[in-house]
């Protein structure tokens, strides 16, 4: 089955984490068989600092990620805090996914 840059642009969701310092980027990956019903579906899940991000974070967020480094002396990449509005995003957005 033949997928189009629009149908894979849908099948992918970006979250920004409460701390201003990565961005969780969540796949829907389906392979079908010939006959065009579904094998497999999975869900990927990638974590990235905001240094491989489309755009440059603004000024407060900058600042919040050098006061975060300051104060731990690391950035972790291990872990993502959602807001309940995202999460809820993410929610919904997994059961539209699931087929």
């Not at 201003?20 to 389906?30: P, S, Y």
């Not at 990620?65 to 929610?91: C, F, V």
Request: overall charge positive.
């Amino acid at each position: 089955m033949k997928e189009d840059k629009k149908d894979f642009q849908d099948n992918k969701i970006y979250l920004d984490c409460e701390c201003g310092a990565h961005i969780m980027q969540v796949t829907n990956d389906v392979e079908y068989h010939d006959n065009g019903k579904r094998f497999r579906q999975e869900f990927w899940f990638a974590m990235f600092s905001y240094g491989t991000y489309h755009k440059k974070p603004n000024f407060w967020r900058r600042l919040r990620i050098i006061w975060n480094y300051l104060k731990t002396g690391k950035m972790h990449e291990d872990q993502i805090i959602l807001s309940p509005e995202d999460a809820k995003r993410l929610s919904n957005w997994l059961k539209e996914k699931i087929l």
